[in-house]
T-cell receptor
């Protein structure tokens, strides 16, 4: 799996958009970008994934650069409950049997 | 959505004893489940891939004789920490796949005294 680079921590004001960057300069053509988050002492939660087009769901938006070497996860209106470690992971598409390798992630602290 | 449960959520055991942790996919079948370990302030580390009906695949550096994995059905995988020691104290998390997604259990906090 390709490696990803994320800032170790970020702050965001409650109600504002949180933009979390991720670099994945060695991503392969068949690899997707996945985002998970982990709230303290809980299991990770799936957020979103994409290949090359921008994606949006009820939780977040994913913006992938045209060269696919980086991406940004956007939480449009951050709340205190969004405080968590956010992991950007790249892996090949291929069903539930492909393992996820977690990097160090970004600790997002949403401030009141 | 897909739900994965773990039991127990917390366990304290004495050094030298064995502890079994269960991972269940509640509303779907999973031929593959994964086991992770997480130490305080660290990321999740993949320990092994659990395959229904066959032997687990362990990541490099993980002792297969110490961390026994059994995946006897499409909804249940178990991790047994044998002869546990204080350094095995950690947060153990499993995941199960459905479609192209993986869903994680809530984790099991193991403390070895």
């Amino acid at each position: 799996d390709a490696k990803t680079t994320q800032p170790p921590s970020m702050d965001c004001a409650e109600g504002r958009a949180a933009n979390l960057p991720c670099n994945h300069s060695t991503i392969s053509g068949n690899e997707y970008v996945y985002w998970y988050r982990q709230i303290h002492s809980q299991g990770p939660q799936y957020i979103i994934h994409g290949l090359k087009n921008n994606e949006t769901n009820e939780m977040a938006s994913l913006i992938i650069t045209e060269d696919r070497k980086s991406s940004t996860l956007i939480l449009p209106h951050a709340t205190l409950r969004d405080t968590a470690v956010y992991y950007c992971i790249v892996r090949a598409y291929g069903g539930a049997t492909n393992k996820l390798i977690f990097g160090t992630g970004t600790l997002l602290a949403v401030q009141p | 959505g897909a739900v994965v449960s773990q039991h127990p959520s917390r366990v304290i055991c004495k050094s030298g004893t064995s502890v079994k942790i269960e991972c269940r996919s509640l509303d779907f079948q999973a031929t593959t489940m994964f086991w992770y370990r997480q130490f305080p302030k660290q990321s999740l580390m993949l320990m092994a891939t659990s395959n229904e009906g066959s032997k687990a695949t362990y990541e490099q550096g993980v002792e297969k004789d110490k961390f026994l994995i059994n995946h006897a059905s499409l909804t249940l995988s178990t991790l047994t920490v044998t002869s546990a020691h204080p350094e095995d104290s950690s947060f153990y998390i499993c995941s199960a796949g459905q479609g192209n997604e993986q869903y994680f259990g809530p984790g099991t906090r193991l403390t070895v005294t």
